[in-house]
C-alpha cells in the first residue's frame, strides 16, 4: 500500500494569513493526488484534484501543487470559513489511502 | 444535482452484517464508479473499496476483503455496501463518493452511523 504522510498534524493560523500543508507519498503518484476539507459533523469536500486542478465552486484561493511524491496545499489568504480538517488521498494505486489529516486551527 | 442519499443510522450485534444502501439521483448512475469510506469517531478517513455500477465490477482494499460486498440496483440508482463479521471496531460513519477526475470523489452521501456493539 501506498502510504500517505501529512505535515504538520496540526497548525494554528490567523485570518488572512498563507498557509501551506505538505503530503509525501511513499512512492511515486503520477499526480493522482487530491485534497479535502471536512468540517465537523461534516462530509469531506473535494478541493483540488489531480495535485493541481481546482474543484468547480472552491474559492481560487486554494491551490495545490507537486509531482511525483511531494504535493502542497496552500491557502493564500485564510478565511474564517477555512477552519478544518484538511486530507490529501492518493488515488494513483488502490487502495486509495489518505493521508492522516491536518487540523487548521484559529490562533 | 448530484446527490447521495444514505440512512441515518444502524445499530448491529457484533458478528452480524449490515447493509448500507446510497441512492444517486441528478446524474446517469452508471456513468461513475462508487467509492466507499469510512470514519471512526475524531479519527481519519478510510478508503474500502470501489464499485464500477455499470459493469458490477469492484475492488476491495485488502483490510476488507472477505468481509464486504459492494453490489448495486441499476434500476432504482442505488449503490450498496454490505460488510459482514461485525466488531466494535467497525463502528464508523460510512459514506459513499463519486468516483470522479483522476479518480477523486466530487460528491459524497451524507454518512450511515453504524454501532456495532453487544
Known amino acids: 500500500d501506498i502510504q500517505m504522510t501529512q505535515s504538520p498534524s496540526s497548525l494554528s493560523a490567523s485570518v488572512g494569513d498563507r498557509v501551506t500543508i505538505t503530503c509525501r507519498a511513499s512512492?511515486?503518484?503520477?499526480?493522482?493526488l487530491n485534497w479535502y476539507q471536512q468540517k465537523p459533523g461534516m462530509t469531506p469536500k473535494l478541493l483540488i484534484y489531480?495535485?493541481?486542478s481546482l474543484q468547480s465552486g472552491v474559492p481560487s484561493r486554494f491551490s495545490g501543487s507537486g509531482s511525483g511524491t511531494d504535493f502542497t496545499l496552500t491557502i493564500s489568504s485564510l478565511q474564517p470559513e477555512d477552519f478544518a480538517t484538511y486530507y490529501c488521498?492518493?488515488?494513483?494505486?488502490?487502495?486509495?489511502?489518505f493521508g492522516q489529516g491536518t487540523k487548521l486551527e484559529i490562533k | 444535482q448530484v446527490q447521495l442519499v444514505q440512512f441515518g443510522a444502524e445499530v448491529k450485534k457484533p458478528g452480524a452484517s449490515v447493509k448500507v444502501s446510497c441512492k444517486a439521483s441528478?446524474?446517469?448512475?452508471?456513468?461513475?464508479?462508487i467509492n466507499w469510506v469510512r470514519q471512526a469517531t475524531g479519527q481519519g478517513l478510510e478508503w474500502m473499496g470501489w464499485?464500477?455500477?455499470?459493469?458490477?465490477?469492484?475492488g476491495y482494499a485488502q483490510k476488507f476483503q472477505g468481509r464486504v460486498t459492494m453490489t448495486r440496483n441499476t434500476s432504482i440508482s442505488t449503490a450498496y455496501m454490505e460488510l459482514s463479521s461485525l466488531r466494535s471496531e467497525d463502528t464508523a460513519v460510512y459514506y459513499c463518493?463519486?468516483?470522479?477526475?483522476?479518480?477523486?470523489?466530487?460528491?459524497w452521501g451524507q454518512g450511515t452511523l453504524v454501532t456495532v456493539s453487544s
Open positions: 463518493a463519486r468516483r470522479r477526475g483522476a479518480g477523486s470523489s466530487d460528491y
Open positions: 441528478g446524474y446517469t448512475f452508471t456513468s461513475c464508479d
Open positions: 464499485m464500477n455500477p455499470n459493469s458490477g465490477n469492484t
Open positions: 512512492q511515486r503518484l503520477n499526480n493522482y
Open positions: 489531480a495535485a493541481s
Open positions: 488521498q492518493q488515488s494513483y494505486s488502490t487502495p486509495y489511502t
